[in-house]
């Protein structure tokens, strides 16, 4: 983390309905930690009760007043509105403020961060993409120079919105053209993902894909299991790219995990879609881990948003096993037996762990297996010779495959789901 002398000072703002404050507390507390994982620190927080944001400014003019004295007395170095922004407001509000501070909103300060961590080829278009199309409309400031060339490369410019030129007159068409550019690019990397999925799907071993808000724990659970040595850290979004790791269980049953990009509330549409392609990788697994902080106040609502985000990516309906980690720190022990009893109740499959001690991980690794090998047959065949062309379907569609070829036919040792289990009922000879 930055030393507090180069950390940029932000003034967070927002605004809230009656009966909602409680609810933008929450909201602001997380701009907060996000403003602290792009390397700010928090100078003030502004807020105001309205039903509606203001057309020009979202603040009324009374507090947009005082926030240009603010930002100029605490010097600040930007400003972030936890609503979204439309590019008139941003030009509004900036020409309010007396000082020349940028205006970002909460999409802004989430790609920055995005750019930050994104490590792959495919994690960096996807930012750059997400920057052209939501910031670079949105850079409607007079003659301030961006400090940014290009998605990934931006540590510690936050605030210097979006990639692209070094002025601020964007050459419209440039950006049009690189958009286009970058699409052709995603879509080739897509395919790539495309092939390599497809042949993870050939090789049998069922998917599993570990899905969850942000800092639940993921990439710490994925790390316990398989030892996959992902960076974990107390920060939002350390995970932007995918991992999928091989984990073999105690009884020898492989299973493939997959750790990704944890889900926030209030995340745009533009912004699921443009991480679509990643997000995919967990949403396309036979079963899902969706794993809850226990230890948050908020795990409730958070639980909430990551079920609806899913249902957005179309993976509603899959077989989940709840996973409440950080039972280690877990302070509401009441909310977890009151969960415990609702889910027995629900005949929802959860465990409860801490992926840091370890603790109830035997047990989660017994679920996810039956889990995920529910479909799952070990079967031996019988193949009389004349049928020998089964075996390559057999190498092709099955796991774990032992042959043995022998003069009156070959036997084979095999697992194999439902779909495959049907075309070679006939052969089976002890399951
Ligand atoms: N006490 C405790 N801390 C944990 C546990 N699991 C994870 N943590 C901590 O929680 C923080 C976030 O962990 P990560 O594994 O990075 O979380 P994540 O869900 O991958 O987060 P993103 O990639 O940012 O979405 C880290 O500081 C971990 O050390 C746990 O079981 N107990
Ligand atoms: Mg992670």
């Known amino acids: 983390m930055e030393e507090n002398a180069t950390r940029k000072k932000a003034v967070l703002c927002a605004i809230y309905p009656q009966n909602g404050e409680a609810e933008s507390d929450v909201s602001l507390a997380e701009l907060e930690r996000l403003a602290d994982t792009a390397g700010c620190s928090v100078a003030a927080i502004v807020t105001q009760c309205r039903e509606k944001p203001d057309v020009k400014t979202v603040l009324g003019s009374g507090k947009i007043a005082e926030l240009s004295v603010l930002a100029e007395t605490l010097e600040a170095d930007l400003v972030v509105f936890d609503c979204e922004l439309t590019p008139s407001q941003i030009k509004s509000i900036e020409d309010a403020i007396s000082s020349d501070i940028p205006v970002i909103d909460r999409s802004m300060l989430i790609l920055d961060i995005f750019a930050d961590h994104a490590r792959t080829s495919e994690g960096r278009l996807q930012v750059e993409l997400a920057q052209l199309k939501y910031t670079s409309p949105r850079l409607v400031g007079k003659g301030k120079e961006l400090s940014r060339q290009g998605g990934a490369s931006s540590s510690g410019s936050v605030g210097a919105r979006g990639p692209g030129e070094t002025k601020l007159e964007i050459d419209r068409r440039r950006v049009r053209e690189r958009i286009a550019a970058l699409e052709e690019e995603l879509d080739r990397v897509e395919q790539n993902r495309l092939v390599m999925r497809r042949q993870r799907d050939r090789s049998g071993i069922p998917k599993v894909g570990i899905v969850g808000y942000t800092n639940a724990g993921k990439s710490t659970l994925l790390n316990t299991l398989t030892g996959a040595g992902i960076l974990v850290e107390n920060r939002l979004f350390a995970t932007l790219d995918p991992t999928t790791r ?138 009389p010779p004349e049928d020998g062309a089964v075996t390559g379907i057999l190498y092709k569609e099955a796991d774990d495959v032992e042959m043995e070829y022998r003069e009156d036919g070959i036997y084979c040792r095999c697992i194999v789901d439902d779909k495959l289990y049907a075309k070679i009922k006939k052969y089976i000879v002890e399951e």
């Open 246 to 383: 091989q984990f073999v269980t105690p009884s020898g049953a492989k299973i493939l995990l997959t750790d990704t990009v944890g889900f926030i509330r209030n995340l745009p549409h533009h912004l699921i879609k443009a991480f679509k392609s990643t997000l995919d990788e967990a949403v396309y697994s036979d079963v899902l881990m969706l794993v809850i902080d226990a230890s948050d106040p908020e795990f409730i609502s958070q639980t909430a948003v990551t079920s609806d985000l899913l249902e957005e990516l179309g993976a509603a309906g899959k077989p989940t096993l709840y996973v409440f980690n950080k039972c280690d720190i877990c302070a509401d022990r009441d909310a977890l037996v009151q969960m415990k009893s609702l889910a027995s109740r629900s005949g929802t499959e959860v465990v409860f762990v801490s992926a840091k001690t370890g603790a109830g991980i035997p047990a989660l690794v017994e679920k996810i297996e039956s889990m995920a090998m529910a479909d799952r047959h070990r079967v031996a065949l019988f193949i």
